[in-house]
T-cell receptor, first 109, second 114 residues
């Protein structure tokens, strides 16, 4: 299973764009990259998923370079409610998905 | 639409007492079901997952067990709790119609063992 590495924490201010990068040097050919968001005392919530290039939805964008050894979650114009822990996961399916400690994003007014 | 419920939401148990956490999924059939545990300030640890009734895979050896008596019911149990069993327990499901990495989590059960 591919291991992921992401920053422990990040700070931002309301209205700014936040980019969280995750490295996964050992990603396998069939692996997808998935990002989750978790608020305190709640279960993680799926944000976005991709295999290569760029994926965008109403919440975020996911940028994946050609070698797929890293990925960047981009949150446009963050608000205070985006303060949460963000997890990057890599895997072929939902079996045995490994959640690391994630990136704790703090948004300030 | 699909929903997932788990209970109880919080519980405080003495060391050595039994445990039973329940999770049910509605609105889908034959889901894959998971139990995760999150210790304070830590990431999620996969404990068990099930691809069907009576089919349980254990990821971490411990004094916990899981059962799936019905298609959409997943139960986490222990005969004798340890202090180290304290944590936030999360049930999750996934299905064939969702993406390969898409899990849906319940509200969580916070267990404190004293």
């Amino acid at each position: 299973l591919a291991k992921t590495t992401q920053p422990i924490s990040m700070d931002s201010y309301e209205g700014q764009e936040v980019n969280i990068t995750c490295s996964h040097n050992n990603i396998a050919t069939n692996d997808y990259i998935t990002w989750y968001q978790q608020f305190p005392s709640q279960g993680p919530r799926f944000i976005i998923q991709g295999y290569k290039t760029k994926v965008t939805n109403e919440v975020a964008s996911l940028f994946i370079p050609a070698d797929r050894k890293s990925s960047t979650l981009s949150l446009p114009r963050v608000s205070l409610s985006d303060t949460a822990v963000y997890y990057c996961l890599v895997g072929e399916n939902t079996d045995k998905l490994i959640f690391g400690t994630g990136t704790r994003l703090q948004v300030f007014p | 639409s699909q929903t997932i419920h788990q209970w109880p939401a919080t519980l405080v148990q003495p060391v050595g007492s039994p445990l039973s956490l329940e999770c049910t999924v509605e609105g889908t059939s034959n889901p894959n079901l998971y139990w995760y545990r999150q210790a304070a300030g830590r990431g999620l640890q996969l404990l068990f997952y099930s691809v069907g009734i009576g089919q349980i895979s254990s990821e971490v050896p411990q004094n916990l067990s899981a059962s799936r008596p019905q298609d959409r019911q997943f139960i986490l149990s222990s005969k004798k709790l340890l202090l180290s069993d304290s944590g936030f327990y999360l049930c999750a499901w996934s299905g064939d119609r969702q993406g390969p990495g898409e899990l849906f989590f319940g509200e969580g059960s916070r267990l404190t063992v004293l």
